[in-house]
Structure formats: C-alpha cells, structure tokens
C-alpha cells in the first residue's frame, strides 16, 4: 500500500532552522505537497513540489528526490507561530484516485 | 466572509442517530471532498466528487454516504452513528483548472462526538 512517514515531534529554537523529513513508498504520483495545521484549525497549504528540487517560498522551502523517495519541508528564521502540525501529502497518478496525508509532525518552537 | 464553510462546526450525537454534516464552498472549483481526522493521526479521505455527477469512495467510506448537490454544496452523512465515527471532519476542494490541481482547501472543520 501507499504510505508517507514522518517524524511524529520536531522542537527548536526561536530563530533556528528546522527540516521536517517525508518518505513515501508509492510511485505513480504527481507531486508531493506540504500543510500547516495549528490546533484547533484546518490544514492549509504551504508548497508543492511537482518536479525534482528545491522549492522556496519565503521561510518556507519545500523539496523533493522521486529517486530517493523523499521530500522535506524546511522551515528558517522560526517564530513561535509556526507551532503546529505539518503534514506532507500526495495524489496518485494511476489507478484509483488516492490523495493520501502523512502521519503529521508536531513542531515546537520554543522561546 | 470564509471560501468553504462547514455546518455544524460542533455537533454530539447519539449511537444509531443519522447525521448531516454540509460544506458549501465560493471557490468555483469543482472538485470537493471529504476527510475524517483522529487524534495524533494524518487526515484520511472518506469520499471525493469531481463534478455533479461524479461521487467516488475514498479510502475509508464505510458506514458514510454523500451527496453532491450542486457545485457548491457537498454533504456527508452518517446513516446510523456508532462512537468510533467521533472525529473531526473536514470538507475540501480544489482547482482542476489550476497549474497544482490537487491542492486542497480546507473548511473549518466539524468536531463530531457520538455518544
């Protein structure tokens, strides 16, 4: 079956750089997408990555090896806000449409 | 005013009740969808709608059935209620038209208790 793994708790530092690691075990998908999720909230979206690489959006970066079967989130200059859940998540491209989350890392930001 | 709402936002039930849970988005986007979420787990697809006409299970629809009434309007129901369908639901849509075409938008989510 498909499935996407992550660390279930990251914590750092005000100001540090964190990078919260997804690897899958499925092919066949289009692109590897990542959500913030703060208590209480809904998930919304931070980046996707449909081609190999480095994809930056202001603090956020986001990239993905389909040769290694992993992507990663990274996250600079923390702030106390970006405490939350981040899940990656992805759709496949063959057979039945799936679109699939991982299991969610809890980042905290400590002061 | 919120692209995708989501009513009720709290509701607690009892075993073997029927409950609607309705999502209506402004978004104009055609494809919606709905997830369940436990805690300290991902979010799992339930059912997914890419058009009027096009309902699909998703990974985990058993004991839930849905209703595509309009573009705008998605709902979920739970024929007879058992207490591990206690969760938070979330309907989503996205944009087929859009260079990302599964990009999910959430709404607020519906916190469900039964009892």
Known sequence: ?111 | DADVTQTPRNRITKTGKRIMLECSQTKGHDRMYWYRQDPGLGLRLIYYSFDVKDINKGEISDGYSVSRQAQAKFSLSLESAIPNQTALYFCATSDVTSGNTDTQYFGPGTRLTVL
């Open chain 1, 1 to 111: 079956g498909q499935s996407l793994e992550q660390p279930s708790e990251v914590t750092a530092v005000e100001g540090a750089i964190v990078q919260i690691n997804c690897t899958y075990q499925t092919s066949g998908f289009y692109g590897l997408s990542w959500y913030q999720q703060h208590d209480g909230g809904a998930p919304t979206f931070l980046s996707y990555n449909g081609l190999d690489g480095l994809e930056e959006t202001g603090r956020f970066s986001s990239f993905l090896s389909r040769s290694d079967s992993y992507g990663y989130l990274l996250l600079q200059e923390l702030q106390m806000k970006d405490s939350a859940s981040y899940f990656c998540a992805l759709s496949r491209a063959s057979g039945t449409y799936k679109y699939i989350f991982g299991t969610g890392t809890r980042l905290k930001v400590l002061a």
